[in-house]
């Protein structure tokens, strides 16, 4: 399922990516890998602030659509 259904305060790990290559390597760029830990800090108004590492991170849900998860 996409980390868009993941709650607040949820943590997640990433089992899979999918998009176009470019998107691929943007999302990896900024963390997200397969097997990658995610914590969900917010998700209003169509943005998601994901901690992943030791960085929080702003996504849109588009984007976090692509990121999927077990």
């Given at each position: 399922m996409p980390i868009t259904m993941a709650?607040?305060?949820?943590?997640?790990?990433i089992a899979?990516?999918?998009g176009t290559?470019?998107?691929?390597?943007h999302l990896s760029e900024m963390g997200f890998v397969?097997?990658?830990q995610v914590m969900v800090i917010s998700n209003i108004a169509g943005?998601?602030?994901l901690q992943v590492k030791d960085a929080r991170i702003a996504i849109d849900?588009?984007?976090a659509n692509r990121v999927?998860?077990?």
């Open positions: 709650k607040p305060g949820e943590t997640v790990t899979r990516i999918t290559d470019a998107v691929r390597q397969v097997g990658e943005q998601m602030i849900t588009k984007m999927m998860i077990r």
